[in-house]
């Protein structure tokens, strides 16, 4: 049985799982800390390019360098402002089979750079050890981890046994109410306490343990499994910041589409990676509710993204709960705002 076919069952048994992993199966030892979680990082294959074949070239909208190797092909893209870069990889499939929606089949791998990207930063001294250390690399990228949440997904654990992935859930259910709440963020699903840059530490709650809302999702991709430095408060500052609406107002990043209240046309200037924003509630502040990641063009053409969301309980880029699309006029598309390059 798995979440989305049975969310009443699950629901109703969530509170007393979330009491029996409060006792045994949350590390409530040492506090962790931002810095000592590293970002990924493994030995790469050697790169098919050879320095001296790449060309570095410029592009507008967004300011970004693109790299492109002899025969023209385009390896790798790097956005001013931004740490997130796109590099070309062996072809994979995104899909949930079990529910509706098209797969998205992809060369795009998803990193993260040391530092934001500038105009020129080829030329500094760790650009070249990284991009060949990068090139080709099958390593879990960002949005192979992100998937590593949706419906069915296997648990693993790290060498503290400490769950860092596996099927998550949206938030314990609200009481009187079959639906979930917000407000679970990646030390929710975790169940560690983690102390933030600024000195401020936060414990995990019992009862959300598994469960991740939708910028508690991205912080928990980006954030944690990635190695983005993560704020405690939604305040201006180094750091990606807690809400949806912080991300998109005063957070890090590269803007591709700002928020004028209306959905955005320029889908074309986006990339894997990016971080999506909507205004869901449609109320009259128009303020940003929901966050998501864009996965790219599906099998039909069509832009989809994965995030975490009430009616599917948890992380998912199918159509349950609405399509997982910024054009087709469902809701999630007609609600669309905002995105950002991380």
Known sequence: MTRRSALTARRAVMGGLALVVGIGGIVVGAVREEAVVPATAAAAPPSRAAASDLRFLRRDDPARTTVVDAAGTVLATFTDGARTVTLDGPERTFAEPQFAGAP??????????????????????????????????????????????????????????????????????????????????????????????????????????GAVDCSGFIRLVYGYRAGYPLRADNERGPGLPRRARAMVEVGPGAVLLPDTGAPPSNLGVLQAGDLLFFDLDGAPDQRIDHSAIYLGRDAAGQHRFLSSRVRADGPTLGDLGGTSLLDGGGHYSRSFRAAKRL
């Open 104 to 209: 998205v089949i992809t060369r795009v791998w998803v990193r993260l750079l040391p530092e934001e990207w500038r105009a020129g930063a080829e030329s500094a001294p760790w650009f070249r050890p990284w991009l060949q250390q990068n090139l080709g690399r099958t390593e879990p990228d960002v949005l192979a981890m992100a998937t590593e949440y949706l419906d069915g997904a296997p648990e693993g654990r790290d060498a503290e046994g400490v769950r860092v992935r596996g099927d998550a859930r949206y938030g314990p259910p609200a009481p009187g109410s079959a639906a979930p709440l917000e407000n679970s963020d990646f030390v929710d699903y975790l169940g560690v306490s983690w102390r933030f840059a600024d000195g401020e530490v936060r414990q995990g709650e019992p009862g959300r343990y």
